[in-house]
């Protein structure tokens, strides 16, 4: 993108001060109070076609039931006394079947009157939303958070409307001849589109804003709005940005939890949830943007991470002995996966990962818009001195990961044989994520990098995986970059490609890294190669005649400032030499 003096950044800049913000005067931070509907404790026996759908409980209410009014959503009525069943027209479920490109699928939510938007263009872009971008975000996870929730909600709340329309416009940028890559830079070919998107953007932030101001408070609008926005701004290059939207949103909504749930519930998603309105889908999205901020860049308090670790505890303490689906193993590894990761950051800072940065590494940015990364808030930091008094927890939660692993066996089985490619894909996911576990809450504990050398069979397994993954999870891109909301592949491969010495499996990475365009929210693919080849560069220097990298020429990448939008990085590594720490420094570009 051009510099911050060109003069098409005006309209980028104009845009961007409007962003949301953690601090005193952020739009979520200014939501202090929710109303939430009653509970109703009434077991309902029947109920309107929308609610049957959606499978929440109906207040039966007529013409019109109070939780469709009450949620945002056309309520199609309910059932005649005898006749055939219907579908809801807006509601109709999408069938099983094989990944297919995105061309060739039907769309679940019906395009609305013309009376919601005020021009063709914004009509237009709310389609490609729609058919396009909606698949392309959720990515092989089973949700219709995407597709179908957030399209309903938006015919009664203008504001989520324009961040749809803004993100189909995104979308649409990709489309242009001269964008071969498909990714969303702006071009001089694409600039009007690009700008439009901004100025949907902005009308979404203003809607956000106003809705507060005449002190309409509504936990499920502030979180739907939380998460376009990390798209939004994820998809715009705009880290710092994405970063406090996503703190301050998750802020939001542990404070809400601790007001309005019972200890018990916290992060496991259920009834509870949906007695307030909040659909389990949304809160699976919101498990999704808290792994982002733990993954990438987390400054939230000690105390954030000791809630969920304990509200984590209580409800895998509950976990079956064997799964009966696939959305059951699912659930119970997103709960265990975020337990694990808050406990290793809060290890890392406690064991003053910081202190391993160079000197260089702890001031201001090279760059004018750069978020850095590393220095004791990423998951991938190293300790200077861990805290053993916490390993036997780390002990606990291994096991936790072993029992999944046992409880999963037989779903993960006949998905084999019978399971759509969707369904494969997330099941390669979830191995390649559990995989990961106990490397990663061993490594918290290391004092040396040698260490990583006996996970050298696990680092092979994550490339096979990884490997069968990624074209699979990429087809319906028709070769240009793909964007999805959650973590999948690439926070596997940077981890073989950062921790395993095997010159060949970190070549393989950085092939496939490179072969593969694709985006996770936060993490790029390519940004993880050229991290990785100057990893692997430094750690070659030391390499002696036997094939070996002995412990003391051994790097680790310590910071790291990343600007996405110019594509350049700084970085900055460390060595535990015979003499001390030492440092070295490269700005790379890809």
Not at 36 to 61: F, I, L, Q, S
Not at 323 to 340: G, P, Q, T, Y
Not at 363 to 369: A, I, L, S, W
Not at 536 to 560: M, V, Y
């Amino acid at each position: 993108m051009a510099s911050s003096s060109d003069s098409n950044q005006a309209p980028l800049a104009q845009f961007h001060k409007h962003g949301l913000q953690l601090r005193p005067g952020s739009l979520l931070s200014q939501v202090p109070e929710v109303e939430v509907a009653p509970r109703r404790r009434t077991k309902v026996k029947t109920g309107c076609y929308t609610c049957k759908y959606r499978r929440v409980k109906c207040d039966e209410a007529k013409p019109e039931c109070q939780r469709c009014v009450k949620f945002g959503v056309e309520c199609d009525g309910y059932p005649a006394p005898k006749g055939p069943p219907r579908i809801s027209k807006h509601l109709r479920p999408r069938e099983q079947r094989p990944m297919v490109p995105l061309a060739s699928r039907s769309v679940v939510y019906s395009i609305q009157p013309a009376r919601l938007f005020e021009d063709e263009q914004e009509g237009r872009c709310f389609r490609i939303y729609c058919e396009e971008m909606a698949y392309q975000i959720k990515g092989p996870f089973k949700t219709s958070l995407w597709n179908q929730l957030i399209p309903q909600v938006s015919e009664a709340e203008p504001f989520i409307r324009h961040a749809i329309i803004a993100l189909g416009a995104m979308k649409k940028i990709t489309h242009g001849p001269d964008n071969v890559v498909g990714d969303y830079q702006l071009r001089s070919t694409n600039a009007q589109d690009f700008y439009y998107a901004l100025r949907q953007y902005e009308k979404a932030l203003q809607g956000m804003r106003k809705t507060i101001a005449d002190g309409r408070k509504d936990i499920q609008k502030a979180l739907i709005a939380c998460i376009l926005v990390f798209c939004f701004e994820t998809l715009t290059n705009k880290m710092n940005n994405a970063v406090v939207n996503a703190e301050s949103g998750l802020l939001l909504l542990h404070s809400w939890m601790r007001e309005n749930l019972p200890d018990h519930v916290g992060c496991n998603p259920g009834k509870e949830w949906q007695d307030h309105r909040i659909e389990e889908d949304l809160m699976i999205a919101f498990s999704g943007l808290d792994l982002q901020l733990l993954f990438f860049r987390d400054g939230r308090p000690r105390r954030t991470h000791e809630y969920v670790i304990q509200s984590a505890n209580t409800a895998i303490s509950h976990m079956p002995v064997e799964f009966d689906s696939l959305e059951a193993a699912h659930k119970f590894w997103m709960l265990i996966m975020r337990r694990n990761y808050h406990f290793i950051v809060m290890v890392l800072g406690q064991g003053k990962a910081a202190e391993m940065c160079g000197p260089l590494m702890h001031g201001e940015g090279p760059y004018e818009d750069c978020v850095n990364i590393f220095p004791g808030g990423n998951i991938f930091s190293t300790p200077k001195e861990p805290p053993f008094e916490l390993f036997p927890a780390c002990m606990r939660y291994c096991e936790d990961v072993a029992r999944w692993t046992k409880a999963s066996a037989k779903v993960f089985e006949t998905m084999k044989s019978t399971g759509t490619e969707e369904e494969q894909v997330l099941v390669a996911l979830l191995k390649i994520h559990s995989i990961m576990g106990p490397i990663m809450l061993t490594s918290a504990f290391f004092t040396t990098q040698t260490a990583y050398d006996q996970y050298l069979s696990e680092f092979r397994k994550l490339i096979t995986l990884c490997e069968w993954v990624l074209p699979r999870l990429t087809a319906s891109s028709e070769g240009k970059q793909t964007y999805h909301f959650d973590l999948g592949v690439l926070i596997g491969l940077f981890l073989v490609g950062a921790r395993c010495r095997d010159l060949a499996l970190r070549n393989k990475v950085v092939e496939l890294l490179l072969a593969w365009r694709i985006r996770e929210g936060f993490w790029d693919s390519a940004a993880a190669a050229f991290f990785i080849i100057w990893a692997r560069d430094l750690d070659e220097e030391g390499r002696d005649e036997n094939g070996e990298i002995p412990e003391e020429h051994r790097w680790f990448i310590t910071s790291a400032y990343v600007d996405m939008d110019k594509r350049m990085a700084f970085l900055g590594a460390t060595l535990r030499s015979l003499d001390g720490l030492k440092f070295r420094y490269k700005e790379i570009q890809w």
